[in-house]
């Protein structure tokens, strides 16, 4: 199976969506009140974030790769600047909005780096080490075995 970006979008996505569910339902199991849909909000609102800079991570890879090496650096770097300034609109809307959850807003923050653990934990491959070569360019095709007097 090919390892493309496409595919790994659609896992992240997924795997964000489970992480964030299961986030919700420990909060509503560990708070029981009122709090909890607070909690849950914040949660979700994270959830929605955390897919959309993920599309948009997706979409400035396609765009960079068509660009200028120089100018698909820029506009890589201003983007991701991009996306750190609407996490902390999300947190500042977390912390003004009376019925979200701040706590909520930053452990949903949590599953975008956790799904991107999962997804990797379980794409990994084995990994073939070709012992032709040694770590020393300047030993290559030398006679180990002597040395010199």
């Not at 983007?79 to 977390?94: E, F, K, N």
């Not at 930053?106 to 990994?124: C, E, I, K």
Request: aromatic share 12%; hydrophobic share 50%; net charge neutral.
């Amino acid at each position: 199976m090919e390892y493309t970006v496409d595919s790994f979008i659609s896992k992240m996505i997924k795997a964000i969506v489970c992480i964030a569910v299961l986030m919700m339902a420990g909060g509503v199991a560990f708070f029981r009140s009122n709090y909890a849909i607070d909690f849950g909000l914040g949660v979700g609102m994270s959830l929605v974030l955390n897919v959309g800079k993920v599309v948009w991570l997706k979409h400035c890879v396609n765009r960079s790769t068509t660009m200028q090496p120089g100018a698909a650096g820029a506009y890589i770097s201003i983007h991701y600047i991009l996306r750190y300034i609407l996490t902390g609109l999300v947190l500042a809307a977390a912390h003004f909005l009376p019925m979200v959850s701040m706590f909520g807003a930053a452990v949903g923050l949590l599953s975008m780096p956790f799904a991107n653990y999962v997804v990797h934990f379980f794409n990994r491959k084995s990994v073939q080490v070709d012992e032709t070569f040694s770590d020393n360019p300047a030993t290559d095709g030398a006679d180990s075995g002597s040395s010199p007097e």
